[in-house]
């Protein structure tokens, strides 16, 4: 059974960073496509960051410069590290993982994954 567990939400001031974690059990991250996604309150969905090893990933343009994804294999686990963050980054913020590697940047547009974490909550205070 496949588990993507994450961690690392909470709430901090304009300006501040935080860090999620993203730890999966039953499936190699390394697979395929992995991605960060985020729901606001009364948003949908959006990407926010999704990478396959090995190559560059991509980012929503609101993100760019902040953001980063890195993923550790050794341990099969997914990051997030978020730095000035803004209270427009307030959500709860999904992992998401799938073994097909091809359309990696198509499958952040359209949130296509096979795995998915519960969420964990970020809040960004002004």
């Known amino acids: 059974q496949v588990q993507l567990v994450e961690s690392g939400g909470g709430s901090v001031e304009t300006g501040g960073s935080l860090r999620l974690s993203c730890a999966a059990s039953?499936?190699?991250?390394?697979?395929?496509?992995m991605a960060w996604i985020r729901q606001g309150p009364g948003q949908k969905r959006e990407g926010v960051t999704a990478m396959i090893e090995d190559k560059r990933p991509v980012h929503h343009n609101t993100v760019k410069g902040r953001f980063t994804i890195s993923l550790d294999s050794s341990n099969n686990t997914l990051y997030l590290e978020m730095n000035s963050l803004k209270p427009e980054d307030t959500a709860v913020y999904y992992c998401a993982a799938d073994p097909r590697r091809e359309y990696c940047n198509t499958r952040l547009l359209l949130l296509d994954y096979t795995y998915w974490g519960q969420g964990t909550q970020v809040s960004v205070s002004s």
């Open positions: 039953g499936y190699s991250l390394n697979t395929g496509c």
